[in-house]
């Protein structure tokens, strides 16, 4: 057990947490899906298997709770997992709450920031730790529907392109067009048909698109969140031709993927806006992340497509980094 300022940090068995208990707080606290407790149980697992250490951390001030945090270990090199899950109200004490975990760990290299956490750049206040020097900052965007700009559903509908709209009403008028909802583990049978549809989408629409590892986890998605795992569907006369995989973690839902098995733009957009309008039932404050956008490797040409329809949809671009640093004493 360590101490910086106030804040205590100690490393806790993966016996000592409650799965309850620990989603509640990663979904208060900010955390994506790869904070979720399930989901961290693939993730062990899938590190045990390749020689790689686990390590849970809790974070106290006094006898208050105000935090936890994960990360793997290898080789000298701390990789964490999502972010601090710090209580709302102990957002302040981040660096030092930071400075508590990597006096824990130890000397070696870290990488702090993940492809799907909104928060804030934290290259200064890893650069302002005792004995920690910053290597290599990697900024980029996490791209969502944030709904809190919207008053009422009504406002966003009215915010997109006239064009989205009026595609979404042509939609309406297909024969025989209907959506289908499948969740959890009644989603798993119709996975093996989507994976194959969605890795055709990522030929056509490039690295914003998922990778075909990314997509193997859907199967885990499905068992891991049960029915916060949604594949949604559009069918005409029985035949999906448009699909979507989503995640509901706290207030925020998580767009995985997408796929499609034949052209048609009204019929894509009268599901996404299904899609989007489930989300915003969950949660009308929340967000719907559509995921991680890098100017520096945007290629037009292959991921245009995908990025057009993301600006369509009215996404908000939060800024994040991705962090290496060395704590060296």
């Keep these: 057990m360590t101490a910086t300022s106030t804040i205590t940090a100690e490393q806790i068995a ?34 045990a298997l390749g020689g790689s250490k686990t390590v849970f ?16 270990s290898r080789l000298g090199v701390n990789v964490f997992r999502d972010r601090l899950l710090l209580a709302p109200d ?27 956490a909104i928060e804030l750049p934290r290259q200064n206040q890893i650069a302002a ?3 920690c020097r910053v290597q290599q900052v990697n900024e980029y965007f996490i791209q969502a529907i944030d709904f809190q700009r919207f ?21 309406d008028e297909i024969a025989n067009l209907h959506a289908t ?27 914003l698109a998922l990778g075909l590892r990314d997509l193997a986890q859907v199967g885990s998605a499905c068992i891991a969140f049960g029915e916060a795992a949604t594949l949604l569907s559009a069918e ?23 796929a499609t098995r034949r052209d048609g733009p009204a019929v894509s957009w009268w599901l996404t806006m299904r899609a989007v309008r489930a989300a915003y039932d969950h949660a009308p404050k929340g967000r719907l992340l559509l995921g991680p956008f890098d100017p520096k490797l945007h290629d037009d040409a292959i991921g245009g497509g995908l990025l057009r329809w993301r600006r369509s949809c009215r996404v908000t671009d939060f800024p994040v980094a991705r962090v290496a640093f060395e704590k060296i004493a």
Excluded at 20 to 44: C, E, N, P, Q, Y
Excluded at 195 to 207: D, P
Aim: charged residues 20%.
């Design 14 to 47: 993966w016996s000592e947490i409650d799965p309850i208990a620990w989603d509640k707080h990663a979904a208060v606290a900010g955390g994506t899906l790869k904070s979720a407790f399930g989901d961290l149980a693939l993730w062990r697992r899938r590190l």
């Design 57 to 72: 951390v809790r974070l106290r001030v006094a006898d208050r709770l105000i935090g936890y945090c994960a990360f793997g």
């Design 90 to 116: 102990a957002e302040p004490l981040w660096t030092d709450a930071m400075q508590a975990v990597v006096t824990l760990a130890g000397p070696g290299r870290y990488l702090y920031g993940s492809s799907g």
């Design 129 to 131: 730790l005792a004995g």
């Design 151 to 171: 008053g009422e559903w009504n406002d966003y509908w009215m915010a997109l392109n006239g064009n989205v709209r009026r595609a979404v009403v042509h939609a």
């Design 181 to 207: 909802t499948r969740t959890g583990s009644r989603a798993l049978w119709y996975l093996p048909g989507f994976i194959r549809a969605a890795s055709t989408v990522r030929e056509r629409k490039g690295a």
């Design 236 to 258: 005409i006369d029985g035949r999906a031709c448009v699909a979507q995989f989503h995640v509901h973690f706290g207030s925020d839902t998580h767009y995985l993927v997408g």
